[in-house]
């Protein structure tokens, strides 16, 4: 839902009830929820994609601004070296600048440096600064409506490397927790600064259909004793979203569902309908809509 123009009073009230996490297990449609947002929506959302793996259609101009995670900089900074090379040569060889093999090349070091400039790199110490930065520019951004971090588990793993990468010896585990509280603290304040939409996406173990509605859910799983069994309780709402016997995909939370971790503001307590994206979150938090039998229609 669009917050563009909307007064303080208002945009405080949709937000209040962030930040979210949904959990559920891969496959479930956590990431789709987010590609099939409006196309003015998906314009106004910063995505963390430290899952790295495609997410929309692939177009640069799909989102705000997508972010992900790499290795190093450095085999990079060799192709875009190579490639330079190979235009210089094709060029003096006579080739004409529209030329298929000329423009091929244009293109790939337009998408590399692409790349570079949206990555945070897993050995360079500066990573989890720069993106601190971005979740700030981000939280004071007029054109950005939401933030959104896919996943909570690739962020964790991401924290680790980084730190048994640029540490040693006792300092690893030190950095790993601290990074990772960063990150979720700047996330958290995207809304209480912002006032953002601020999304994480968080993984659970495979659950077979038939079997969901019975089987206990396990909290996230964090790696190490720095928010181990408790990183729920840094969450206003806590949705779970999986497919069902029929399948459909389902947004669903119950404060009174002793078998998982959901929990709600909204005074109805519970909800459960089939999912489309991340709008039918926000209007349902907003009021807009409500949940009758397991579909989501406008409050009349």
Request: aromatic share 8%.
């Amino acid at each position: 839902m669009n917050l563009k123009d909307l007064d303080l009073v208002t945009r405080t009230k949709y937000t209040s009830h962030y930040p979210m996490m949904i959990t559920g297990s891969a496959a479930s449609g956590k990431t789709r929820a987010l590609e099939n947002m409006s196309v003015e929506d998906k314009k106004r959302t910063v995505v963390l994609n430290f899952d790295v793996k495609p997410v929309g259609e692939g177009r640069n101009d799909e989102f705000h601004s997508v972010y992900t995670i790499a290795a190093t900089s450095e085999q990079i900074d060799k192709q875009i070296e190579l490639l330079n090379g190979r235009g210089r040569t094709l060029v003096e060889s006579g080739l004409d600048k529209k030329d298929p093999k000329v423009l091929y090349i244009k293109g790939m070091l337009a998408h590399l440096k692409g790349i570079k400039s949206a990555s945070y790199f897993i050995d360079d110490i500066e990573s989890v600064d720069k993106i601190i930065s971005t979740i700030l520019d981000a939280t004071f951004d007029e054109s950005v409506d939401r933030v959104v971090v896919d996943t909570l588990s690739s962020t964790i793993d991401f924290c680790e490397t980084y730190s048994n990468t640029n540490f040693t010896g006792r300092e690893i585990w030190a950095a790993y927790g601290f990074s990772l509280q960063r990150i979720m603290q700047a996330v958290k304040e995207s809304t209480i600064f912002g006032l953002k939409y601020s999304y994480v996406f968080a993984h659970h173990d495979y659950i077979p259909a038939g079997q969901y509605k019975t089987t206990p859910k396990q909290v996230v799983a964090v790696k190490g004793g720095i928010m181990k069994g408790n990183i729920e309780q840094h969450y206003s709402t806590i949705v779970y979203t999986y497919l069902d016997e029929e399948g459909r995909r389902m947004f669903e939370c119950d404060n009174r569902n002793s078998l998982d971790t959901s929990r709600t503001k909204l005074v109805a307590d519970k909800f459960s309908f089939e999912r489309e994206s991340l709008d039918d979150l926000e209007q349902l938090h907003a009021l807009k809509k409500e949940c009758v039998d397991g579909k989501l229609v406008e409050i009349s």
